[in-house]
């Protein structure tokens, strides 16, 4: 099966119920007739920036409180990363992650509640993700 669909299938599984492991998230895996290897199944966890917390997966979301604004990230086509901020936050927002330095951005482009982050593939996308997460954590 394509990594982008398998991808997806975990994600959502994830989303619909606490998943603990990677063993039982291979045995959903399974049943939903998508077959993913045990370093195949890491890679894609990490390359989700999905974490365990409280013993369960989970891929990050954060409050736009404890952000400064930031209200979610996901990927567009294979060289964006789109982040949808509070109404009127998305220049402060933008500036932060400007001031980051993250190397693998190429650069920024920020209207009233969305901004665009430009990288140069799709793996980056994943990276530069995770590393905006984590300057807003």
Same mark, same amino acid.
């Given at each position: 099966?394509?990594?982008?669909?398998?991808?997806?299938?975990?994600?959502?599984?994830?989303?619909?119920?606490?998943?603990? +492991?990677?063993?039982?998230?291979?045995? =959903?895996?399974?049943?939903?007739?998508?077959?993913?290897?045990?370093?195949?199944?890491?890679?894609? =966890?990490?390359?989700?920036?999905?974490?365990?917390?409280?013993?369960?997966?989970? @891929?990050?979301?954060?409050?736009?409180?404890? +952000?400064?604004?930031?209200?979610?990230?996901? =990927?567009?086509?294979?060289?964006?990363?789109?982040?949808?901020?509070?109404?009127?936050?998305?220049?402060?927002?933008?500036?932060?992650?400007?001031?980051?330095?993250?190397?693998?951005?190429?650069? +920024?482009?920020?209207?009233?509640?969305?901004?665009?982050?430009? @990288?140069?593939?799709?793996? +980056?996308?994943?990276?530069?993700?995770?590393?905006?997460?984590? =300057?807003?954590?």
């Amino acid at each position: 099966m394509q990594k982008d669909l398998r991808q997806k299938k975990i994600l959502s599984l994830i989303h619909a119920k606490p998943v603990g +492991t990677q063993s039982e998230l291979r045995t =959903l895996l399974d049943r939903a007739g998508v077959s993913a290897t045990q370093s195949s199944g890491s890679r894609d =966890l990490e390359e989700l920036g999905v974490v365990k917390h409280h013993g369960r997966y989970m @891929v990050p979301r954060a409050n736009g409180a404890a +952000t400064h604004g930031l209200l979610s990230l996901d =990927l567009a086509g294979e060289n964006l990363v789109v982040a949808r901020t509070e109404l009127g936050l998305a220049s402060a927002v933008a500036v932060e992650i400007d001031g980051a330095s993250i190397a693998e951005i190429v650069g +920024t482009l920020a209207g009233e509640d969305t901004i665009f982050v430009a @990288v140069n593939d799709r793996k +980056t996308q994943r990276v530069v993700m995770k590393k905006i997460w984590e =300057l807003f954590q």
